[in-house]
């Protein structure tokens, strides 16, 4: 059998979770006479601290949107930390749909410190004709292509500091805000509420096959329906798919603490194979990035092995645990890493 560690997006519907889409009660979301989505919507806007949310078909429209209603086309700007979702995987959906101006803000680790932003906002002067203005600041939470870096709590806060002292506004990008959750200890809320927008996605980790949900103030998500509608994200019986969201939240939450666990396993196991570059006290939560001398290469090999992983670039590849993946699965991702490298060194 395959292991697939390619993203926790491989997750498939359990049959508990099946069987939950089965027995949904339905009606017509777009009435608001959907009795399982509304209950879902009103579940993360209560997890996340905000006053109301939307189901969307996916992570990608929930930033799109929230991009779009924070920003006023012409000539705003969004900082982003490095290799932040909207600017890489989402097809340039915001400069597009929003006019918008992405500018990422460094940081190895996907996060970024205060005084980052408070420096990029001041090389923007205030009624200057020529500089984009500065608007919104987006924030990763966890930061998935720079290895599922969780953000410390007092950066977040001192960060969120700096955009009300410039007038911004705030989102956050919560596709795996549930593993950081798991992972620190602290709950949701204490990390999305101060946000002007937030979201979680039900097919990462929590193991659904479509869905997430995007909250903020009822003026907000009031006015995010209209570019749901727009975007065609309206949908009618959706309480078949909200009921996976449900039931991810009901089951698949606390069992993230396995992911992480078996991610820690890998990159120890990882660490030891000569050719290997990674740093084991950097895996926080489900997302492995390490480096071989040739990314491609080895991950065709390793593929032949009967286990997936992918290659981010040259010389990066990615591994990501997830609900589908056991302690076997693991083992035999290191075997073949062990029977692999070899020909990657090459
Ligand atoms: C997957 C992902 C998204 C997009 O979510 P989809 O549901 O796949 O559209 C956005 N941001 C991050 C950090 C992600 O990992």
Redesign the pocket.
């Known amino acids: 059998m395959l292991v697939d560690l390619y993203s926790d ?1 491989q997750t498939r519907p359990s049959q508990g979770m099946r069987a939950a889409m089965a027995a949904a009660e339905v009606g017509d979301e777009q009435r608001r006479e959907d009795p399982t989505t509304t209950e879902l919507e009103e579940r993360v806007a209560a997890l996340l601290g905000h006053e109301a949310a939307v189901f969307l078909p ?4 929930c ?1 799109e949107i929230a991009i779009r209603l924070h920003i006023r086309p012409g000539g705003d700007e969004v900082f982003v930390g490095r290799d932040a ?1 909207p600017l890489e ?1 989402e097809a340039g959906g915001p400069a597009v749909l929003s006019g918008a101006v992405i500018t990422e803000l460094e940081g190895e680790d996907g996060t970024f410190v205060p005084e980052t932003l408070e420096r990029a906002i001041r090389a923007r002067p205030a009624g200057s004709r020529y500089a984009p203005r500065p608007r919104l600041v987006c924030a ?1 939470q966890t930061a ?1 292509l720079r290895g599922g870096t969780v953000w410390p709590l007092e950066r977040l806060r001192g960060m969120l500091g700096i955009v009300r002292e410039h007038g911004l506004r705030a989102h956050l ?1 919560g ?2 805000l549930m593993n950081a959750v798991v992972a620190s200890g602290i709950e949701a809320a204490a990390w999305a509420s101060d946000f002007d927008s937030a979201w979680i ?1 039900f ?2 980790g929590l193991g659904a096959p479509v869905g ?1 949900c995007l909250a903020g103030s009822a003026e907000l998500i009031e006015e995010a329906w209209r570019w749901k509608q727009m975007l065609g994200g309206a949908m009618r019986q959706s309480g078949v798919l909200a009921a996976a969201g449900l039931y991810a939240l009901d089951n698949n939450v606390d069992r993230l603490a396995d992911d992480h666990n078996r991610a820690r396993r890998l990159v120890e196991g990882l660490a030891e194979i000569p050719g290997i570059q990674i740093e084991p006290a950097k895996v926080e939560t489900n997302i492995v990035i390490f480096e071989v001398p040739d990314a491609e290469v080895f991950v065709r090999a390793l593929e032949s092995k009967g286990v997936r992983m992918g290659a981010l670039d040259a010389r990066r590849v990615r591994a990501v645990t997830h609900l589908d993946v056991d302690d076997a699965g693991i083992d035999q991702a290191l075997e073949a890493a062990r029977a692999t490298v070899p020909a990657g060194v090459s």
């Open positions: 997006t996916s992570g990608t429209m930033n979702h995987a990763e998935n990008d596709a795996r996605d097919t990462k997430a």
